[in-house]
T-cell receptor, first 108, second 117 residues
Framework: SQQGEEDPQALSIQEGENATMNCSYK?????LQWYRQNSGRGLVHLIL?????REKHSGRLRVTLDTSKKSSSLLITASRAADTASYFC????????FGQGTRLTINP | GAGVSQTPSNKVTEKGKYVELRCDPI?????LYWYRQSLGQGPEFLIY????????DSGLPNDRFFAVRPEGSVSTLKIQRTERGDSAVYLC???????????????FGAGSRLTVL
């Protein structure tokens, strides 16, 4: 079974708007990661947040983590057409287990 | 190498045939992972190597699937008696450490798309 589950499954917004994706996971974690996949193959690591952190920023990305609710959110600010992709959260210790992903479409 | 390399990028085979998929990880990465991804789904964990040994093979769906990493670098995923349901993109990833204390940031290859007719 998948460790993380993203919500929503699909999101379509206008360029310049902010996009928020949520992830829930099932077990205890050391850290939680977010990855991006552009149409097809190869996931790219975006950001990692450790279990003792509550919020982390990287450029236009902001990740929050609530270990009491076993949930995380990824916020992309000032979205661009190039942000169109699928976004996955991944959690685990020795192995990362991925969620089903959120398909984000940025409309110009 | 500069990145994770997977070959072939595409493989079309007939039901019942044997298939090998190869992964060449980033030099110096001790941990290597295989995932399988079906259309519209997230990557599904198959197996993870720490060095030469399979540290966790709990994701292999059945005994038709087998993976090796004999020298702790290149890995081969082997699928016997392929079935149509095996059609998917097989992703390989590597990381510097796979240990419990490590932050396992994965670098993925572009994947091998397997189509079983």
């Amino acid at each position: 079974s998948q460790q993380g589950e993203e919500d929503p499954q699909a999101l379509s917004i206008q360029e310049g708007e902010n996009a928020t994706m949520n992830c829930s996971y099932k077990t205890s974690i050391n850290n939680l990661q977010w990855y991006r996949q552009n149409s097809g193959r190869g996931l790219v690591h975006l950001i990692l947040i450790r279990s003792n952190e509550r919020e982390k920023h990287s450029g236009r990305l902001r990740v929050t983590l609530d270990t009491s609710k076993k949930s995380s959110s990824l916020l992309i600010t000032a979205s661009r057409a190039a942000d169109t992709a699928s976004y996955f959260c991944a959690a685990g210790a020795q192995k990362l287990v991925f969620g089903q992903g959120t398909r984000l479409t940025i409309n110009p | 190498g500069a990145g994770v390399s997977q070959t072939p990028s595409n493989k079309v085979t007939e039901k019942g045939k044997y298939v090998e998929l190869r992964c060449d990880p980033i030099s110096g990465h001790t941990a290597l992972y295989w995932y399988r991804q079906s259309l519209g789904q997230g990557p599904e964990f198959l197996i993870y190597f720490q060095g030469t040994g399979a540290a966790d093979d709990s994701g292999l769906p059945n005994d038709r699937f087998f993976a090796v990493r004999p020298e702790g670098s290149v890995s081969t995923l082997k699928i016997q008696r392929t079935e149509r349901g095996d059609s998917a993109v097989y992703l390989c990833a590597s990381s510097l450490t796979g240990g419990r204390a490590g932050a396992n940031v994965l670098t993925f290859g572009a994947g091998s798309r397997l189509t079983v007719l």
